[in-house]
C-alpha cells in the first residue's frame, strides 16, 4: 500500500508532465475542472484543480463538489502514473471507478 505522500507525489508527477505540454495541446485538452481522488485503501480524498495553468492541489475543498471523481487503490494511483497500469485497463477492469462526463474521460485518457 502506498502512503498518501508517495500518492501525492504520483499526482504532482502528472501536474509536472502538464507544465511541459506545449500552449495548443494545453488548450484542446484542458479545461478547468474541480477533481477528487479517492483512495480507498488509506480514506483519503485529494482534492485538485485542473486549469490551463496545470494541477493544483486544492486540499480543504469539499470532494462532493468534483466535477472529476476517481476512486482506486494506493498502488494502483501511483502505477497509472508512472505507466505500470494504462488509464484504459484500470477502468475497464474496474480498478478506477471514474465520476465524470464522456467529454472529460476522454481528456483524462490524454493527460494520463
Not at 502506498?2 to 484542458?30: K, N, Q, V, Y
Not at 477533481?35 to 485529494?46: A, E, F, P, R, Y
Request: glycine share 6%.
Amino acid at each position: 500500500m502506498a502512503t498518501e505522500e508517495e500518492c501525492r507525489t504520483a499526482l504532482a508527477s502528472i501536474a509536472a508532465r502538464l507544465d511541459a505540454l506545449d500552449e495548443e495541446t494545453r488548450r484542446r485538452h484542458i479545461v478547468d475542472r474541480r477533481i477528487t481522488c479517492h483512495l480507498t485503501d488509506l480514506g483519503v480524498d485529494i482534492a485538485m484543480l485542473l486549469h490551463i495553468g496545470g494541477l493544483d492541489f486544492a486540499d480543504g475543498r469539499d470532494p462532493s463538489a468534483a466535477q472529476v471523481r476517481i476512486e482506486l487503490l494506493s498502488d494502483d494511483l501511483v502505477a497509472l502514473t508512472d505507466g505500470r497500469l494504462p488509464f484504459t485497463q484500470a477502468w475497464l477492469g474496474g480498478r478506477a471507478k471514474i465520476e465524470a462526463s464522456v467529454t472529460d474521460l476522454l481528456r483524462l485518457r490524454h493527460l494520463l
